[in-house]
């Protein structure tokens, strides 16, 4: 079975410019989790969704992001406009039923360089 | 306040020898999860295994264990027989109410040959 399928791997943008990060999660999963990496920080968690509805949206940084998730098998994290410190790994990760299976599924990330 | 605390930042371990990567908690929860990663330099994250806070055995998978201290508030991973291969980040995380998640900050393990 393919895992979580995260694109672009990799994109270097100039401040300014629309990012929009994808996820396809693994099927079956109904939980879908958008984490962001930085040296300064850690792993912080920006958003959960549920079913496609959103749960928890309160580690989202400011409202230059928005996260999207149309069906069961899509989700979208869009930063417009970016800036230069939004340079980090984001990773998409997805759970069937967290909390009697423990399955937590991650993407291999999107790295995203804000020149 | 609900956490997670790694207090190693890097650990080396020669190769064949076992190394325990702390980790420790707190949460009033009385039900939660903990997961251990692993994340190389090629940067995925790698789920190696995971602990509920009613299961009665520690979780094992291959050589990963995980020695869990509940009225400690501990889970600490145990790798038995470190290989070169092991070398890379490690993070604890604690779930709680299904939907809050707290990573750790990390344990990078040099694996010495």
């Known amino acids: 079975d393919a895992g979580v399928i995260q694109s672009p791997r990799h994109e270097v943008t100039e401040m300014g410019q629309e990012v929009t990060l994808r996820c396809k999660p693994i099927?079956?999963?109904?939980?879908l989790f958008w984490y962001r990496q930085t040296m300064m920080r850690g792993l912080e968690l920006l958003i959960y969704?549920?079913?496609?509805?959103?749960?928890?949206d309160s580690g989202m940084p400011e409202d230059r992001f928005s996260a999207k998730m149309p069906n069961a098998s899509f989700s979208t994290l869009k930063i417009q406009p970016s800036e230069p410190r939004d340079s980090a790994v984001y990773f998409c990760?997805?759970?069937?039923?967290?909390?009697?299976?423990?399955?937590?599924?991650f993407g291999e990330g999107s790295r995203l360089t804000v020149l | 306040a609900q956490k997670i605390t790694q207090t190693q930042p890097g650990m080396f371990v020669q190769e064949k020898e076992a190394v325990t990567l702390d980790c420790t908690y707190d949460?009033?929860?009385?039900?939660?999860?903990l997961f251990w990663y692993k994340q190389p330099s090629s940067g995925e994250m790698i789920f190696l295994i995971y602990?509920?806070?009613?299961?009665?055995q520690n979780a094992t998978e291959g050589r990963y264990s995980l020695n869990f201290q509940k009225a400690r508030k501990s889970a600490n991973l145990v790798i038995s027989a470190s290989q070169l291969g092991d070398s890379a980040m490690y993070f604890c995380?604690?779930?709680?109410?299904?939907?809050?998640?707290?990573f750790g900050s990390g344990t990078k393990l040099n694996v010495k040959p």
């Open positions: 990760a997805s759970s069937r039923d967290i909390q009697n299976t423990g399955e937590l599924f």
């Open positions: 099927s079956g999963h109904n939980s």
């Open positions: 969704f549920n079913n496609n509805v959103p749960i928890d």
């Open positions: 949460t009033s929860d009385p039900s939660y999860g």
């Open positions: 602990q509920g806070s009613y299961d009665q």
């Open positions: 995380l604690l779930q709680y109410n299904f939907n809050k998640f707290y």
